[in-house]
C-alpha cells in the first residue's frame, strides 16, 4: 500500500507564494511519475504539474511561468513551488503517484488565495 501526505497549503493573497510538498510512504517499487492535480468547488479535477522518474516536467497551461514542479526521488517526496498565485488558483490540491500499474491519491490540501 501507499501513502500520500500532502502540506503547505493555507491562505494567501493574491501574488503570493506557497510551496506543498507530498511525502510518499509505503510499498513503492517502481515510480513512474508524481504529480499535482487540483479540483476547485463543482468543477473537475485538472491536472497541474507532473514530473518522471527521469525529471521530465509537463505543466497545465493555466501555470505556467508561475509553478514550478520538483522531485526529491531518494526521499520520494514532491514539491511544488507556487508562485504570482490568483485567486482562480484557489482549490484543494492532490498529490499524485503513478507506479506499478496504479495511480495512488493524496487526502488533498486546500489553496485558498484571497485579499
Known amino acids: 500500500q501507499v501513502q500520500l501526505v500532502e502540506s503547505g497549503g493555507g491562505l494567501v493573497q493574491p501574488g503570493g507564494s506557497l510551496r506543498l510538498s507530498c511525502a510518499a510512504s509505503?510499498?513503492?517499487?517502481?515510480?513512474?511519475?508524481m504529480g499535482w492535480y487540483r479540483q476547485a468547488p463543482g468543477k473537475q479535477r485538472d491536472l497541474v504539474a507532473t514530473?518522471?522518474?527521469?525529471?521530465?516536467?509537463n505543466y497545465a497551461d493555466f501555470v505556467k511561468g508561475r509553478f514550478t514542479i520538483s522531485r526529491d526521488n531518494a526521499k520520494d517526496w514532491v514539491y511544488l513551488q507556487m508562485n504570482s498565485l490568483k485567486p482562480e488558483d484557489t482549490a484543494v490540491y492532490y498529490c499524485?503517484?503513478?507506479?506499478?500499474?496504479?495511480?495512488?491519491w493524496g487526502q488533498g490540501t486546500q489553496v485558498t488565495v484571497a485579499s
Open positions: 499524485m503517484l503513478a507506479g506499478g500499474g496504479r495511480s495512488y
Open positions: 514530473i518522471t522518474s527521469g525529471g521530465s516536467t
Open positions: 509505503g510499498s513503492i517499487f517502481s515510480i513512474y511519475a
